[in-house]
């Protein structure tokens, strides 16, 4: 797997991020506040979470189990088909675990850093869905460009925090891309 960017790589934006917002915004709110999970880690004690995708990691007590959403992935279908496309050109694997997140208007994602070997190892990419310019992202205090479409590699090994100042929700795909066959994934 290759390194991590500095900070922050844009890999470039999918085609389908129309598609992809129509279709988000189709999801209930029971289905975003039905998994608590995520919100044992106090810095997304804010952010909704619905996972797609995860192959257990045997470091976390959290994402220790596989996980597939059948309704929702088949409702993304070709739209994450695009995604992992586009992310495999660039580093060749596959996912290790896909979030939808959503982190409520008004709320913070407190500074931190992501570690673990999953989250050491894996290039952990947003594709802003429903964002705006109220919604800031910082990675080392500096503020990464987080618009919708795109697709950001940012280092989550390094310390950042997101703020959402607006009156609308934002809504993320984060894509974890590691190598393939990892022997560390059971």
């Excluded at 409702?75 to 992992?84: D, F, N, T």
């Excluded at 496309?85 to 060749?92: G, H, L, S, T």
Aim: positive net charge; contains cysteine; proline residues 4%.
């Amino acid at each position: 797997m290759s390194v991590k960017p500095s900070l922050y790589s844009i890999l470039g934006t999918i085609d389908s991020i129309k598609s992809l917002t129509h279709k988000v915004k189709l999801i209930t709110k029971e289905e975003w506040i039905s998994w608590v999970d995520r919100k044992v880690f106090l810095t997304q004690k804010n952010s909704n979470t619905i996972p797609l995708f995860n192959l257990p990691d045997k470091g976390n007590k959290v994402f220790n189990n596989k996980i597939y959403n059948i309704v929702i992935n088949k409702l993304l279908e070709e739209e994450l088909q695009e995604c992992y496309n586009r992310i495999d050109k660039y580093y060749p694997g596959d996912q290790k675990r896909v979030l939808l997140v959503s982190l409520p208007a008004g709320c913070n994602v407190e500074e931190h850093t992501d570690s673990g070997y999953h989250l050491e190892t894996c290039h952990r990419i947003h594709v802003p869905i429903i964002t705006n310019d109220d919604v800031l992202f910082f990675c080392n205090n500096v503020q990464v460009p987080m618009v919708a479409g795109s697709i950001v590699d940012f280092n989550n090994n390094a310390r950042h925090k997101v703020i959402n100042k607006s009156s609308q929700d934002r809504i993320h795909l984060i894509i974890d891309w590691g190598k393939k066959n990892d022997p560390y994934y059971f």
